[in-house]
């Protein structure tokens, strides 16, 4: 079953009132608690896909068992697009209907794993922070591509990594999560150490690039986005 979202009310309208929420809820990530240990428990991939043309988004919450990556439950939700294409105010486009899918499991997601970035952010506080202060919960961003910061290359293994840099401070890191490939960039969304943000990553990725939080999300979103496209 799809959730159907609204806008909420008192939702930012523009980039200014947006920034003001970002500075206020920024002020309530939590950096120095470990987070649950990798590999146990429940791991829950958040994404999203769009239709901007239709003014639609779609939001799919996947929860896997951490250790053997088993998909556990899922759920999905539809929505209008709640905010303008911004550079680093992405989060506001997404975040009501990623909610809603994430209520609409029948089960605690556990940590979260967003497609995207937490404190490796223009304003350190991308979408895996803003929903963990929102929820509460144990977030991390494993993103594509490293933004707009900096990164030497990691060595050639798997696990290696290299510090992500906006001028001299850690934000985040470039991970090797297959022997030869691009990096994905790793940051802490909330509650969580970018050490054990890192340790998740690599628990996740046992044989591709992405974690299967993400490529499980990825898939069931852009379904929900074509299955609810179709019926307009």
């Known amino acids: 079953m ?25 002020a309530r990530v939590v950096l120095d608690e470990p987070g649950p240990p990798p590999g146990t428990g429940r791991v829950t991939g958040v994404d999203v896909a769009y239709d901007d043309g239709l003014d639609v988004v779609a ?17 999905t939700a539809v929505g209008r697009v709640s905010f303008p294409y911004v550079p680093g105010l992405l989060a506001f486009r997404e975040i009501p209907t990623v909610l809603a899918a994430l209520d609409a499991l029948p089960c605690p997601p556990g940590l979260v794993v967003c497609d995207g970035y937490g404190l490796a952010h223009p304003r ?22 490293p933004f707009t910061f900096t990164y030497d290359d ?21 991970l090797r999560t297959r022997e030869g490939v691009k990096p994905v960039f790793v940051s802490v969304g909330h509650r969580v150490t970018l050490d054990d943000a890192c340790a998740h990553t690599l628990a996740l ?28």
């Open 154 to 174: 990691p060595d050639t293994p798997r696990g290696s990594a290299a510090p992500l840099l906006a001028g001299s401070d850690e934000v985040g890191r470039a």
């Open 2 to 26: 799809t959730r159907t979202v609204r806008i909420p009310a008192g939702w930012p309208a523009t980039e200014e009132e947006a920034r003001a929420v970002q500075d206020e809820l920024r």
């Open 124 to 145: 350190r506080f991308g979408l895996a922070s803003h929903l963990g202060v929102l929820t509460g919960l144990p977030t991390i961003g494993v993103a594509k591509n």
């Open 205 to 232: 990725t046992p044989r591709f690039r992405l974690p299967e939080t993400t490529r499980r999300a990825d898939a069931l979103c852009r379904r929900a986005l074509q299955d609810a496209t179709t019926r307009h």
């Open 59 to 75: 939001a799919a919450a996947v929860v896997l068992d951490a250790a053997s990556l088993d998909v556990v439950a899922e759920a």
